[in-house]
């Protein structure tokens, strides 16, 4: 297989993971003093695509951790209906690599008109997004030459749980933190495994991805890497949304990947996997344990426990191989989607 | 064809939803006069299903016209994690026609435990939901005999519109709820040419819902009503974040539905509409505006503009009438999905 950019930027992924946080940890302490000034009862963040799935991830961690529920922001409210909610003890965050969607700006401008903090997460300290916002964590991931987001994405979810760690003061959650890199990198050795099962799923048109929890984001990155990659129609779930309603769809040989790290919710995806194997689902498990891993038509062993709230950044790593993988085997260009430009300015 | 039961049932909603208005106008007066002691910054809505789809819709219009945020709950923070984020400030919202779901109800205590206002909007006056909460919506849709749901979804819809317009005391607005029955019962007589529609995709097995704003719910149902009756793989999106990825999963013939009443997202859906035909989408439009219409490969013409806000009713309605045509084509039973069950209970 050719050395494509999009597989050299997902293998970069530890390096740049250890970077951010060198680069970083000092400046979201000084945001994190900023934020408690302020009178913040709950977070609204702005994203699209991947980060949108850090901002999902971000639902569940500051909500568990610092007790901040989060609101995902409608962008269309302030961008194009002109009605934005009144954001009275909100903290506003805005994800985009770019910096550059006029839909997310909008959200950060609305914020500082109404005085409450605003906070950017950017690849970009000069984009518009850095600029207009009061306070910006920058990525440090590298310009990402390929249009599908990897290591931007895992640097968004290390923001959100670097900021998360901060709010809370928590040396113990931090010190995890660090553990991250060398994780993924071993997690990166079971590319030979996931390049069995893209051979297998060569063909593959559709599939579904299964998470729940800190999981969710994982699901949601990973079906989006298989549609903007491989061009599979692939949907993402939540173990007890896909009980109401969309489990109905599953026939023999469908193609699931269940995600289920060790954690509080390893129950409902085990009997969710168990109800699929019966249906004949082609069931891919993405775990660390054997009792999940035992559910599956294949198997791929994360080789790391992390805190359950840290597996999404090894979790999401063999669905980032899996998606290059397919599309090459489709004999598609994994640096070049079809159809699909780095920056997406949406209004 | 055959009358299954829910075909009836898609039929009943003029005289359900004029029902819900006259049964439940006075109780919701009432209800709000509650709401306003509280001291509501936000609203907290926890749903799962055809529900959720109602809650998106609730977002857009307590933001619009209330300007109140919508945080949607995450239940498994409540119900498996144990881990609820403080809730201070908030309104919690449950939506579920059964009122029986423990993760949802396991949201509804914790604001109950937090003595913040708990609203349930239910179609069981004894359910576990209704019992548990402070203040209860009723829908009045009878009981809904087959697993998809229609007429209680729409109900589920009023019930927010008719909060938003009494938080509001906006007498305009709920004038206008008075049009939806009749309009809702001019949109029924598309039939005809939904089957047609039917007819021409009852091979499908993939298709993308596209719409935005207060028709972004529009799409998410249609999709849903799709997967868990035809069984077809249909993914629901926002036109901008269609955009940011997924755009490149499109193909010569592949299915669209363009969700396009008129309203301030027009020029944004048109944009998206006619770059999914330049790549040879198989389109099909929804909206009463000809600019919109005129996109499609096929056009299904709404006889009723209704003002954008209330423009899901009538526009999901071509949506429910298409699953139920293409699953009777693939010689499904629309009143027994295979796989699921009409109260589904998940943790």
Redesign the interface.
């Known amino acids: 297989m050719t050395q494509s950019i999009l597989f050299n930027e997902i293998s970069q992924q530890p390096e740049i993971l250890a970077r951010f946080l060198d680069a970083e940890s000092a400046n979201v302490e000084r945001i994190v003093k900023q934020i408690h000034r302020a009178d913040v009862?709950?977070i609204?963040i702005a994203a699209?695509?991947?980060s949108?799935n850090a901002a999902t991830y971000a639902?569940?961690v500051?909500?568990?951790?610092n007790?901040?529920?989060?609101?995902?922001a409608?962008?269309?409210?302030y961008s194009?209906?002109h009605?934005?909610?009144?954001?009275?003890?909100?903290l506003v965050i805005a994800i985009s690599q770019s910096g550059e969607s006029p839909?997310i700006l909008a959200v950060v401008e609305e914020g500082k008109r109404q005085n409450v903090p605003t906070l950017a997460v950017t690849n970009f300290a000069d984009s518009p997004l850095a600029r207009a916002a009061d306070m910006v964590i920058l990525q440090h991931a590298g310009e990402e030459k390929t249009i599908?987001a990897t290591k931007t994405f895992t640097t968004q979810l290390l923001a959100m749980a670097l900021l998360s760690t901060a709010l809370a003061n928590d040396e113990e959650r931090r010190r995890d933190l660090d553990k991250i890199p060398d994780a993924v990198t071993r997690t990166l050795a079971l590319d030979a495994n996931v390049q069995q099962i893209a051979e297998r799923w060569r063909e593959m048109?559709?599939c579904v991805v299964i998470g729940?929890?800190y999981n969710?984001t994982t699901a949601f990155e990973i079906a989006?890497k298989l549609?903007?990659?491989a061009?599979?129609?692939a949907?993402p779930f939540?173990?007890?949304?896909f009980?109401?309603?969309?489990?109905?769809?599953?026939?023999h040989g469908f193609p699931i990947i269940l995600i289920a790290p060790t954690g509080?919710?390893n129950d409902?995806l085990i009997a969710v996997g168990k109800k699929l194997r019966d249906?004949g689902a082609d069931v891919v498990v993405v775990s660390d344990m054997r009792e999940a891993l035992e559910i599956g038509n294949s198997a791929l062993t994360l080789p790391v426990s992390l805190a359950e709230w840290l597996s999404p950044f090894t979790a999401v790593i063999p669905g980032q191989l899996l998606a290059h993988h397919v599309t090459a085997h489709k004999g598609y260009d994994p640096d070049h989607?079809?159809?699909?430009t780095k920056v997406?300015r949406?209004?």
């Open positions: 009862s709950y609204t699209r695509g991947s949108d639902k569940y500051f909500a568990s951790f007790r901040l529920p989060v609101a995902l409608t962008p269309s409210l194009i209906y009605t934005p909610p009144r954001l009275t003890n909100s839909d599908a048109t559709s729940r929890g969710y989006l549609k903007e990659l061009y599979v129609i949907e939540s173990s007890a949304d009980m109401h309603g969309p489990f109905a769809i599953i026939e509080m919710v409902d249906k989607p079809r159809g699909l997406t949406t209004v």
